[in-house]
């Protein structure tokens, strides 16, 4: 079956201009990309969850930042 609409990609599918919006301000993109990677299935998910708590608030910030404005998703490595 085929989707009639393009999938919406970032944070929780809500629109790439609203997640674009969202990365733009740290505390939201941060606490929104911990939240993402729990909700999704895996143990390594959950350990990338882990590791956003701790490294999310510098240097995934900027990867989330410039992910989502290329591509329309969080950065997917961690």
């Not at 919006?21 to 299935?41: E, N, R």
Request: proline share 3%.
């Amino acid at each position: 079956m085929a989707k009639s609409r393009k999938e919406k990609k970032g944070y929780f599918h809500w629109g790439r201009v609203v997640s674009i919006i969202l990365a733009i301000i740290p505390v939201t993109s941060w606490i929104l990309g911990i939240i993402t990677k729990f909700v999704q299935k895996g143990v390594w998910k959950k350990v990338c969850g882990v590791l956003r708590i701790i490294f999310g608030w510098n240097i995934l910030w900027i990867l989330d930042l410039i992910w989502m404005i290329i591509f329309g998703t969080i950065f997917p490595f961690i």
